[in-house]
């Protein structure tokens, strides 16, 4: 007879007694293993979130910034501000037809004169200030600004261009140009932010335009316009106008004032013109605005002189200018016999007079000026 412990130690070797401890260990690490990889999904998923709202914020904050109707519009205004203007023609929508300007009530042969950069004012302090969509598809941009120390405030239609890509694309719904309608009195000539202008240039009648009619000039809007004269005969303190609404009419109209200098030569133009009358050794001299009646006769030719000289001051007449009726004195040196007695006698006698006078400028620049006399 085998022993019995020996048997039963070979037994319990065979025997899987620890089976059930060696499941119980592999069921703790598989609960273990499905709760990290809950965990690092549980996080993957959050991070993925996070991801897809920052890249959603930095989609919506680069779609202000570069797609947007708002940006759109501040692309516009940087350039005015940096004196593209043909950059800024460029951009959709700016240009505008004569059929657009006959549709807005404006001027269809309105002049490009000015749409350049050499008369633009700087704009400063660009900002948007509302965005708005409007029922009928188009969106309504508000933006602040400084332009030649002033501030101003323009809201632009802006409407959908299509796509480049997945980003939108935009126009101007309503060309933001506007029109200035001058009119200059006093002068043919004049400086819109300092570029020189002539009405015969920007006129749709060229040489045969009217001094007195405005002349039609497109815009930037928004856009600080100072207008000026500065000739040798006449000059201005200047108007400022600010446009600030696209297609809208702007009228500026004021009177251009003669020079200290233009006065000057037309003074001495016509003291030369009586300083020449009174070498006519007659009683009535030519052409010119003094003379003597006498009822006898005069014994030797008489002489004149201009004792005092008329002080011309002008007026505004209609495209050009008038003296403005002045007095002057002639002084007569005559003998004359009596027709009754013959007796001789002499006549040194100072004769008032007045005149007044027309000065036109010619298309050279230079004036003619006409004297004549004035009761």
């Given amino acids: 007879m085998q022993p019995i412990g020996g048997n039963g130690e070979a037994d319990a070797a065979d025997a899987p007694l620890d089976?059930?401890?060696?499941?119980?260990?592999?069921?703790?690490?598989?609960?273990?293993?499905?709760?990290?990889?809950?965990?690092?999904?549980?996080?993957?998923?959050?991070v993925g979130a996070l991801l897809i709202g920052a890249l959603a914020a930095s989609g919506a904050v680069l779609y202000r910034q570069l797609y947007s109707p708002t940006a759109f519009v501040l692309?516009?205004?940087?350039?005015?501000?940096?004196?593209?203007?043909?950059?800024?023609?460029?951009?959709?929508?700016?240009?505008?037809t004569t059929e657009e300007l006959a549709a807005a009530g404006l001027p269809g042969a309105a002049s490009h004169a000015l749409l350049r950069g050499e008369a633009l004012t700087p704009l400063t302090e660009i900002e948007p200030v509302s965005e708005e969509e409007g029922e009928d598809g188009t969106t309504e941009v508000t933006v602040s600004y400084r332009v030649g120390g002033h501030a101003g405030e323009?809201?632009?239609?802006?409407?959908?261009?299509?796509?480049?890509g997945v980003a939108p694309t935009w126009r101007f719904a309503e060309s933001p140009l506007a029109?200035?309608?001058?009119?200059?009195?006093?002068?043919?000539q004049f400086l819109v932010n300092g570029f020189p202008i002539d009405k015969r240039q920007v006129s749709p009648d060229g040489l045969d335009a009217d001094p007195l009619e405005p002349v039609s000039l497109l815009a930037f809007s928004p856009g600080l316009y100072s207008i000026t004269v500065d000739t040798?005969?006449?000059?201005?303190?200047?108007?400022?106008?600010?446009?600030?609404?696209?297609?809208?009419?702007?009228?500026?109209?004021?009177?251009?004032?003669?020079t200290k200098e233009f006065i000057e030569v037309v003074q001495t133009k016509v003291d030369a013109f009586l300083?020449?009358?009174?070498?006519?050794?007659?009683l009535q001299p030519t052409?010119?605005?003094?003379?003597?009646?006498?009822?006898?006769?005069?014994?030797?030719?008489?002489?004149?002189?201009?004792?005092?000289?008329?002080?011309?001051?002008?007026?505004?007449?209609?495209?050009?200018?008038?003296?403005?009726?002045?007095?002057?004195?002639?002084?007569?040196?005559v003998q004359i016999q009596s027709l009754f007695d013959g007796t001789l006698f002499?006549?040194?006698?100072?004769?008032?007079?007045?005149?007044?006078?027309?000065?036109?400028?010619?298309?050279?620049?230079?004036?003619?000026?006409?004297?004549?006399?004035?009761?």
């Avoid at 400022?240 to 004021?254: G, H, N, T």
Wanted: include cysteine.
């Fill in 287 to 333: 052409g010119c605005p003094f003379g003597y009646y006498v009822r006898n006769r005069i014994v030797e030719p008489p002489s004149w002189s201009i004792t005092e000289n008329p002080t011309i001051t002008l007026e505004p007449d209609g495209a050009d200018w008038a003296i403005t009726r002045t007095q002057a004195v002639a002084k007569i040196d």
């Fill in 75 to 96: 692309d516009y205004l940087h350039l005015l501000a940096d004196g593209r203007a043909s950059d800024a023609l460029l951009v959709p929508g700016v240009s505008v």
């Fill in 179 to 188: 029109v200035i309608e001058l009119a200059v009195r006093g002068s043919m």
């Fill in 275 to 282: 300083a020449d009358c009174a070498t006519q050794k007659v």
């Fill in 154 to 164: 323009t809201t632009f239609e802006v409407e959908r261009d299509g796509r480049v």
């Fill in 232 to 258: 040798a005969a006449t000059a201005s303190p200047g108007v400022a106008v600010l446009a600030d609404a696209p297609l809208a009419a702007v009228p500026v109209s004021f009177q251009a004032e003669p």
């Fill in 19 to 46: 089976a059930p401890a060696v499941t119980r260990t592999s069921t703790v690490a598989e609960r273990r293993h499905r709760r990290k990889l809950a965990f690092d999904l549980t996080t993957l998923a959050v």
């Fill in 346 to 375: 002499d006549v040194d006698e100072e004769v008032p007079f007045f005149i007044t006078g027309k000065i036109t400028i010619l298309p050279d620049g230079t004036a003619s000026i006409a004297v004549s006399a004035s009761d």
